[in-house]
């Protein structure tokens, strides 16, 4: 960039400590757990899928009846006489003409079940058949066209009973089947038809899938929250429903017990992987667990439990803890000995609720807050903010947690590379004697290296804020390839490869490299920070205005420059609708008309708008560049609950701040936008809803941080540069004498911008290592373009 600057580190005036900074989100969300980090093969075990889980499911979905020779049979799913009562489902295979053998294959998940030669993988069932008991019941590791790679005999009585073997593969095979097949007479019932790879994490029986578990633990996070996300609070207030809420106590136990549940996006949760399973693995990885519970408030569905039916609630908060804590003598520590596991897993850190909006959900917290404390007052609460990162909501759930005194405010935003840059300094005017931030959920729209990049900068201001900031996780963590519902995502993977993303190697360059302190550290010399090109004092662009399923009148459109006061008609009338077919040939925002267009600094847009039918509110652009960079004010959205103020930038797209409105069909309403350079305030009937700033980012020279590892007494320097040149700059390691240092460097640079790991290149994108050795104290350091860099310092 044209200079020197030079950085200061004091190795021994310590700040702020950074305590369990870094840590993973774990959420059953693009089949994160069944078919994913839970490493059954078998999809559809236990014939309990239905239409409730995904409109085209049933309780024979993933299989498929055999028939070998003359064989015929009848197949039909039961109930009359299950296993259990909370898994009423089974198959009967009545075998009409047994020619070469009858019975089911499963298909398994993406291509099918993953073989491997030379590999044994642990098959079980129960099982029982009405005649021919002297008769095998063949187990067969198959391929798609039959071929048989393994199998394994049971003789079958007629009173259920699980049958177990370990079947050895003779050749590799992605794309493989598992059949159930018999001769004789009569009908065969099973039911938990399960198949897991004997190798699984830690060679647990009925775990964890080996290669995704090591990417986990190979991240070295401080802490993992669980189970979710939306999947906590979507859904039933009856524990007993399919539907129901995440209910922590249906997850424990043996798993033929487990109940089906219905996973709120929008596939069939096993819940194999359940409570007992997560905290388990915490401990296995040596990451704090983080498990958060619903409040019995369904903010989607406008579902609220009672506070006077509260009690059973809260009682399940005050029984984990008890659960994860307790000693033998305890009652739900007794269980958790029960399970295998006597000593207890000493949990710090509870959440309540997640992404909670509206007085329904706080006033109930207060109740959780206060037994929780009452009775466990060293457990850390965690309160809820919402989903965005400002707003009327995000406000709501600061003044909860101030008001109770929780420990934590849970902040989740999802947002364009370009907004992390602008809101590098969000956290330095936080306060330390405020509750500290869990940025429980957060990520740029993408998983290209820019995306990592921009990322890697923000959290470098995340640990310079430790004082305020406590907790951090990226979100989601895991993404199925073949069952995407969101992306982007840390780790991918299909039924027999796994990779880590650009954002995955950047999080793990921070979590190894964490250090316990911050350092102070200045920095001189260097250029002043620079505002990318094409960044602007005001927001200009295209005026539009839209319908997003819905029919929408606007009238009377004017713009108002607040400048010189003349008030200009854009259009009389606007009538614009969409329908759920226009739906699938559009942009994110649904059907929009352009009105006008402006170049003013402060003005308004102001109109009347009526919506004639329809489920959301009424979409207002301003600043419209193109597709791509934007700004938009959706006045009834997600649900018809919310007004939001979006931006885009460069095809990232970021909600600025987000507050309630519930418009009404056939109301008449009188919506304004004013701008005041980049300030943005939203009016409804002259009543005040959003007041943000459209912040441009300005681009720091170099963002460092500077910590220390007590453990080894290691200084860690962390930098990572956004430019499109080389930085140079000189560090001095204060109060650190030495005839040389040792700089252990771990770095990520010299890729494109919009490069990304994928299965077919796994490692496109990973941090290099090398060793430096200097006289002195100080080192000169040129930090590639667009890098992210970690020093390790010590004496030499």
């Known amino acids: 960039m044209g200079n020197t600057g030079k950085i200061l580190i004091y190795t021994k005036d310590q700040g702020a400590a950074l305590g369990d900074l870094f840590g993973i989100f774990f959420e059953d969300i693009n089949h994160a757990a069944d078919g994913g980090l839970y490493a059954e093969m078998v999809r559809n075990r236990s014939f309990e899928f239905d239409p409730i889980d995904r409109h085209d499911y049933d309780g024979l979905t993933a299989w498929e009846k055999v028939e070998l020779g003359e064989g015929k049979s009848s197949i039909q799913v039961e109930q009359e006489h299950p296993i259990h009562p909370r898994n009423p489902h089974y198959v009967a295979v009545e075998i009409i003409e047994a020619g070469e053998g009858v019975g089911i294959k499963n298909l398994g998940f993406n291509s099918g079940l993953p073989y491997r030669e030379g590999e044994t993988y642990t ?25 048989v790679y393994g199998e394994a005999k049971v003789m079958v009585t007629s009173e259920w009973t699980k049958y177990e073997v370990v079947v050895a593969s003779s050749a590799t095979d992605f794309s493989g089947r598992l ?33 995704i578990a090591t990417m986990l633990a190979d991240l070295k996070p401080k802490f993992m929250r669980f189970p979710g996300g939306c999947l ?11 539907d129901s809420m995440y209910r922590w106590k249906n997850t424990i136990g043996p798993v033929e017990q487990r109940p089906p549940r219905k996973n709120n996006w ?26 958060i519970l619903p409040a019995g408030s369904d903010p989607h569905s406008q579902r609220y439990v009672p506070i006077d039916e509260l009690g059973p609630w809260i009682d399940d908060a005050l029984d984990l803890i008890e659960f994860a804590n307790g000693d033998a003598s305890t009652e739900w520590g007794s269980l958790r000995a029960l399970l295998g596991h006597p000593e207890p897993f000493n949990l710090e850190y509870i959440g309540i609720g997640n992404e909670e909006i509206g007085e329904q959900f706080f006033e109930r917290y207060t ?25 009327g909501e995000y406000e709501r759930g600061w003044r909860s947690a101030r ?31 405020d509750p500290k931030v869990f940025l429980g959920e957060y990520a740029s729209w993408g998983n290209t290296y820019y995306n990592a990049l921009a990322e890697a900068a923000f959290m470098t201001g995340l640990e310079k804020n430790a004082h305020a900031v406590g907790l951090a996780c990226y979100a989601p963590l895991l993404c199925n390839i073949d069952y995407v519902n969101w992306k982007p995502d840390l780790i991918w993977f299909n039924n027999h490869q796994v990779f880590g993303t650009a954002n995955y190697y950047v999080q793990q360059m921070f979590m190894h490299h964490q250090g316990d302190h911050l350092l102070r550290m200045v920095t001189d010399g260097f250029a002043v920070p620079a505002q990318p090109a094409g960044n602007k004092e005001r927001i200009e662009g295209k005026l539009l205005v839209g319908a997003n399923l819905n029919e929408v009148v606007y009238r009377d459109i004017r713009l108002i420059n607040h400048e010189t006061g003349e008030v200009r008609t854009l259009t009389d009338k ?49 600043g419209f560049q193109d597709e791509a960079n934007y700004v938009v004010w959706e006045a009834g959205s997600h649900s018809n609950q919310e007004s939001m103020v979006h931006a885009g930038s460069k095809g990232y797209r ?12 056939g109301v008449e309403y009188h919506l304004e936008v004013r701008v005041d350079g980049r300030r943005i305030r939203t009016y409804v009937d002259g009543a005040l809803i959003n007041d943000t700033e459209h912040i441009a980012p300005v681009i720091e020279p170099l963002y460092c941080s500077a910590s220390i590892e007590e453990a080894t007494g290691d200084v860690i320097v962390k930098a990572v540069n956004v430019h499109d040149v080389d930085v140079q700059a000189q560090l001095q390691f204060a109060d650190l004498h030495s005839d040389s240092l040792l700089i252990d460097v771990y770095d990520m640079s010299g890729y494109g911008l919009d490069e990304m790991n994928s299965l077919e290149a796994p490692a496109k994108i990973v941090p290099k290592y090398k060793r430096m050795q200097t006289s002195g104290n100080q080192v000169s350091y040129e930090f590639p373009k667009h890098s992210v860099t970690v020093f390790r310092v010590r004496k030499g």
């Open 403 to 433: 008001d109770n005194g929780s420990d934590f405010v849970d902040e989740h935003y999802y947002q364009s590379p370009d907004w992390l840059l602008a809101h590098y300094h969000r956290y330095d005017s936080f306060s330390a004697d």
């Open 654 to 665: 970021g909600c600025l701040t987000q507050s309630l409105f519930s418009p009404e069909t």
């Open 232 to 242: 906590i609070h979507d859904g039933s207030l009856n524990a007993g429903d399919r």
């Open 123 to 147: 098959f079980s069932m129960y099982a029982r058949r009405s005649a021919s008991f002297d008769e095998p019941v063949a187990v067969r590791l198959e391929g798609i066209d039959g071929t």
């Open 266 to 291: 929008r596939y069939h949760q096993t819940l194999g992987l359940g409570y007992f399973e997560y905290f388990q693995f915490c401990e296995d990885i040596g990451a704090k667990p983080i498990p």
């Open 367 to 391: 109740y959780f807050h206060q037994a929780i404390k009452a009775k466990y007052p060293d457990i850390q609460i965690i309160n809820s903010s919402g989903p965005f990162a400002a707003g």
């Open 574 to 622: 606007v009538e614009i609708g969409e329908t759920e077919e226009d739906r699938r040939h559009r942009s994110e925002f649904g059907r929009n008309a352009v009105v006008g267009e402006t170049g003013l600094k402060s003005y308004s847009l102001s109109m009347k708008a009526i919506r004639k039918n329809g489920s959301r509110g009424f979409i207002m652009f301003f």
């Open 179 to 211: 059949a159930v097949v018999t001769k004789g007479n009569g009908t065969l019932y099973l039911d938990m038809i399960s198949l897991f790879p004997t190798k699984t994490f830690r060679n647990r029986p009925g775990g964890l899938r080996d290669d």
